[in-house]
């Protein structure tokens, strides 16, 4: 699925806010009801999970693995590569 | 700010090229016409013969020799032996974290070498994971075989695994191998072809029927495309290894795009499939699921532990049949059970159940009734049991 605010800033270096999340393929950051993957990160230290996060990184789209390939895993989205995350403070 | 400071070592394509390919072992076929090679020979000789020159034919033979059996991992609930690899991406009590190469090297040192598709299959995640367990080529996932039925509860799958199993008899040594294990699937219950539909959950989708506690599968679709909306994992499924009392998944498959390593979990029941509530939405484990299902299936590959009843499901199934009047089946029941069971089981029944079973007996068990015979009648023998003794009034 395409989300128009995020696919606007593919490629740039941006920092999103949302809910730190363990989906079941790796940490993400819930942005808006959409989960937005942490690159290379599994899952988030235990004090982070469910917290308010400011993520910093170079949004890409990630491609799942086609139907066809048979393979385990999200079908499709966003992650940020090269994240540093901080705590949001409002 | 944190970030992320560990990258994948070895989420590429390692061990299909590293790993030297090998034929699955032969197995060894039992001689035929030989009585004692199957638990249908044992039975006819037991019924012919009696137990005790059964027993002694048993015993010339000597032990069987040790089949070769596959163990993975350890227990979780106690440490690691020494000596033994640590999970590369950590461990928590009720899990551990194991890389590809950990989790091909166990296999390897347990089992045999993984040949090509069997390694192709580790790489596709949690399915090709119980897909290797099951014996299936890269390709296929157990929901695509239709003889296999799931379940909503493990407890349901289980009973049903380890009754098969006891069905099958004995395993002959040196016999092909075949077995029943239990596995397990996560998904989400809208399986709604379009994604602007298929966001919200399908509350009375896949539940287990109250009767059979079977679960409808007919309407899941394609297991691959279909996923809780936006982006989120299609499925997990896990495999039950009942030596380790763990399931074994993964977080997903290796694929272009994906930068979180491929990490191969050994959870507890509890980590693998546990029911949350979040605003308002069931879920199972993850955000992206809301039904866990537990599926039986027939294996070919050697459990190191083969799932069977236990013993209160033994003892359950026994009082059943007491209760249902069924003298003969009871009677061979009760067979199944060591001296002291017998006789601590026939305490519970009256007198007349005790007559029924024994004169049952000699017919459901002709020629090897004696121990269920015999312990019945030592209880008959015994002085009632002293009455307890009334609780003294408070004044």
Known sequence: ?90 | MSSVDARVQDAGRGPAAETPTTAREDPARVAAGDPVSSAAGLLALQRGAGNRAVGAVLRARGRAPRRALQRLGYRLDKPLPSGAEKPKHGSDPDQRRYSIGQFTKMWEAQFHALSSSEADNVLRGCVGITALNLGLGPLVAPTDLPGNKVYGTFAKARAIAAAKNEALGSIAPGSPIQGYVVYAMLFWSNRDPDPKKRGKPDPKAFRPDPRTGEVDMSTIGDIYALARPPDYTNFDFGFWDESTQTFWHANHGTYAGMKTPEEIYQSTHARFAHKYWENGEEHVSYPDFDRVVYGVASTNVKPEKLLLPTRDEHIAAFKARVAAGDWGEAALRLNGFNTDDIKRLGRTLTRDERSAIIGAAYSAMPGWSDRVVDNLTEVDKEPPAPKPKPKPRRP
């Open chain 1, 1 to 90: 699925m395409i989300d128009p605010a995020l696919e606007a800033q593919l490629g740039q270096r941006v920092t999103l806010t949302g809910t730190a999340q363990n989906a079941a393929a790796g940490a993400s950051l819930l942005v808006d009801g959409w989960p937005v993957y942490i690159g290379g990160l599994s899952r988030w230290p235990a004090d982070l999970a469910g917290r308010t996060l400011d993520v910093a990184g170079i949004l890409v789209s990630t491609r799942g693995p086609a139907p066809e390939e048979r393979v385990h895993g999200p079908t499709g989205g966003y992650a940020l590569d090269d994240a540093s995350w901080a705590p949001h403070e409002s």
